[in-house]
């Protein structure tokens, strides 16, 4: 049985059993750039992890069950390609590193709104009446990279990520499998590091 996303994150989030995990994966601007080449799905528009500004046309060719998108600091992040302040008043700038793949792109921020106490007089945050959606601390399970994967990481990692997913995402999950398989990894490791 195939369900349609919808019906997976939902089947999750009411502890039931979907086919499988429900799937977001995260990735930087050149990391997407690099697979979108890989796979052959190359396109014009611009990548942006947390949401600004994203077509999400990578997301729904990798076929990902949810697409991440952001309100408040976390889409602060890409905005633009030179130093910019943000909603809340916070300082980005843009800064440039190497892999072996070619250079990459990073934002940070530089300059707090509230850096001196008098600024607290005239600050003024965004709207707290936006819409935000939460996620109840009850939900089912979600897999997902923590970040973004960045232009460091190897294409091979992340399709052994897709893999997992589908090897031991699948209910009924067999958590005692999950732990064999990651003692094994930790062993594999620990080997490594010794010798």
Known sequence: MTLRHRERVMMALSHEQPDRCPMQISFTPEFALRLRKDIGQESVSSHNPHGGGNTYELERW???????????????????????????????????????????????????????DSAIDSYQPPDPNRPVEKLGPDGGIFIGSSSEV???????NVQVMYQTVHEYGTYPIDVERICRRRAEIRDKLTTRIIR
């Open 62 to 116: 990798l076929d990902e069950d949810i697409l991440q998108t952001s309100i408040g600091w976390a889409k602060a992040y890409y905005q633009d390609d030179k130093a910019y302040t943000d909603e809340w008043g916070v300082g980005w700038d843009v800064f440039e590193y190497d892999t072996k793949f070619g250079k990459g792109y990073y934002t940070e921020t530089v300059k707090h709104p509230l850096a001196e």
């Open 150 to 156: 960045h232009d460091l990481i190897p294409i091979e």
